[in-house]
């Protein structure tokens, strides 16, 4: 099969994808005007569109700088890639064997902060266009690269999209995987609020995507819980007089893969407080990943069972907050779940707090969309895999006939938000192959 990538395709997307790895695109500050979400994302928002411009491509920056986009063509009809130029903190800069914000070249792999999530996947896709533009190719959509700025917070970029821009025909975000991802849960992240306790202070969790993996206790109680860890058979360890109990971290869309370390100590607490809040997490939550004496079960054919992570608790004089992620069944009634979450809660004297909401993905298999970019891969790769559903979220639900496309294959090592992200060079090259095919067949035949 032919290909439109060129040496020079390859080369130049490389060296753009440095460029942007270079701004530390991380949110740091509040959000204010004109500068929404800090002055690099503002900076490399306003270089990746001059790098749109100097490629032939028509530019737009909205005014308050929650997004930009970039076009080419003039059809009504268009096929958008969405992509996001933001990304997480490097963490322990201990931890890299590179400066994260800088993107080099070893080993086969371009190291740095964005070089998987979302930096280098969007480039391969940018340059593919090119590509096919280079080609002579005649182009019957408009295509429409938008680049958000928040995608790693609260998709304020993408909200503020879709209240001012048109909708367009079809799309795909490069933020995912391989083969193809046509079906997303919803995710639901709510905060639980109770009165404060003298007796009991924690502070636990880090994020609400993230299972908990450690779960610490200083108090009074520390030698009832240890006996009561031992009999429950959980992992703590004691580092002067703090125990800390143990668990397993992973992603919330994952959570019955790890081990809830704050559903752990509330079991050992349960029997020695009376903390409606830990009595509420010990009974109707307990280490079910499923949210299975809450919910019933909940699940459905093309998107498996509902998830639950008890991600957070904080407990202090003044008060008390449970924070949880819920992965939701793309056909389970969001309303309803809210609602048995609502009246259990109140039981327990805990008024619920909706702390953000996205709707589920779900664009039929057997779509023009669908197809089209499955033949791609296939024929590309020769890797027949199904399409995929995830828990995850993607820019892709943002919007009406749009799925997450690639740019992790199966047998690419995922370091995304993690120390040392890379992406390999190859998987950046073949993903330009595979992009490059996919916006010709979609946008030009």
Request: glycine content about 8%; some cysteine.
């Amino acid at each position: 099969m032919k290909t439109f990538i060129q040496e020079h395709h390859q080369q130049a997307c490389l060296e753009t994808i440095k460029t942007l790895i270079a701004y530390p695109s991380y949110l740091r500050e509040e959000p204010k005007n004109p500068t929404p979400f800090g002055q690099d994302i503002q900076a490399v928002l306003e270089e990746t569109l001059s790098i749109c411009k100097n490629l032939g491509m028509k530019t737009y920056l909205d005014p308050k700088g929650y997004y930009g986009y970039a076009d080419y063509g003039g059809s009504k009809e268009s096929l958008a890639i969405l992509c996001h130029l933001d990304v997480v903190p490097p963490g322990d800069l201990n931890l890299w064997a590179t400066d994260p914000f800088e993107g080099v070249v070893k080993n086969g792999a371009l190291y740095g902060r964005g070089s998987q999530d979302d930096k280098g996947p969007a480039m391969a896709a940018l340059y593919a266009f090119k590509a096919v533009v280079d080609s002579g190719a005649k182009f019957n959509k408009r295509i429409r690269f938008i680049f958000g700025t928040d995608e790693e917070t609260l998709w304020r970029c993408l909200d503020r999209y879709n209240e001012m821009e048109e909708k367009s025909t079809m799309g795909f975000a490069p933020d995912a995987e391989f083969p193809l991802t046509y079906a997303e849960k919803g995710l639901l992240q709510v905060k639980l609020h109770g009165s404060g306790d003298d007796r009991l202070s924690l502070d636990c969790g880090e994020a609400l995507n993230v299972v908990p993996g450690s779960a610490n206790y200083q108090g009074f109680l520390t030698n009832n819980l240890i006996k009561e860890l031992q009999l429950l058979g959980f992992d703590y360890t004691m580092n002067q007089n703090t125990l800390s109990v143990k668990g397993k971290s992973v992603h919330s869309k994952d959570a019955p893969e790890g081990i809830n370390a704050i559903a752990r100590l509330a079991a050992a607490l349960a029997p020695h407080t009376k903390n409606k809040a830990i009595a509420f997490i010990n009974a109707m939550l307990k280490e079910e990943a499923n949210g299975q004496s809450l919910f019933g079960t909940i699940q459905d054919e093309d998107s498996g069972k509902l998830t639950v992570n008890l991600a957070t608790l904080k407990i202090d004089p003044k008060e008390t907050v449970i924070g949880l992620d819920l992965r939701i069944p793309v056909t389970a009634d969001k309303e309803q779940l809210v609602n048995v979450l609502t009246k259990t809660a109140n039981k327990y004297d805990l008024v619920y707090e909706e702390f953000d909401y996205l709707s589920s993905l779900y664009v039929p298999k057997d779509s023009r969309l669908v197809t089209t970019l499955l033949d791609v891969y296939r024929e590309k790769t020769g890797d027949l895999s199904d399409p995929l559903v995830s828990g995850g979220a993607t820019f892709a639900r943002t919007m009406d006939n749009c799925v997450a496309f690639g740019a992790v294959f199966p047998d690419s090592e995922v370091t995304f938000h993690m120390p040392n992200e890379k992406m390999a060079l190859d998987d950046i090259y073949r993903s330009m192959d595979i992009y490059a095919e996919a916006i010709y067949r979609l946008a030009c035949q």
